[in-house]
Nanobody, 123 residues
Framework: QLQLVDSGGGLVHPGGSLRLSCAASGFTLDTYVIGWFRQAPGKEREGVSCISSTGGSTNYADSVKGRFTISRDNAKNTAYLQMNSLKPEDTAVYYC????????????????WGQGTQVTVSS
């Protein structure tokens, strides 16, 4: 079965940190771009970050630049999103997704999605 499993969410105070993981099973991630997305209640899903298939190129939404870091370990078939200096406005369900190809591209349909992991930032 081909799937992505994202995990690592939780409740954290403002200023805290979390690391999300995105593990693939049934396929290898080294030929896929990985994207992280989030959706807050009542809002549309938004792209947070993306990493190329080799990890050599990354991009970030302006709202998370300097606070979030995307990475991947193709040997472990896993990608990560390190989130530091979390703010209440970061509260959302976070999803990882895999797109066949080498480079991040906007407005494309990703091939596989994780089930989502809840991140809540609150005092």
């Amino acid at each position: 079965q081909l799937q992505l499993v994202d995990s690592g969410g939780g409740l954290v105070h403002p200023g805290g940190s979390l690391r999300l993981s995105c593990a693939a099973s049934g396929f290898t991630l080294d030929t896929y771009v990985i994207g992280w997305f989030r959706q807050a209640p009542g809002k549309e899903r938004e792209g947070v970050s993306c990493i190329s298939s080799t990890g050599g190129s990354t991009n970030y939404a302006d709202s998370v630049k300097g606070r979030f870091t995307i990475s991947r370990d193709n040997a472990k078939n896993t990608a990560y999103l390190q989130m530091n200096s979390l703010k209440p406005e970061d509260t959302a369900v976070y999803y990882c997704a895999a797109l066949y190809g080498r480079t991040c591209r906007p407005s494309v349909r990703y091939n596989y999605w994780g089930q989502g992991t809840q991140v809540t930032v609150s005092s």
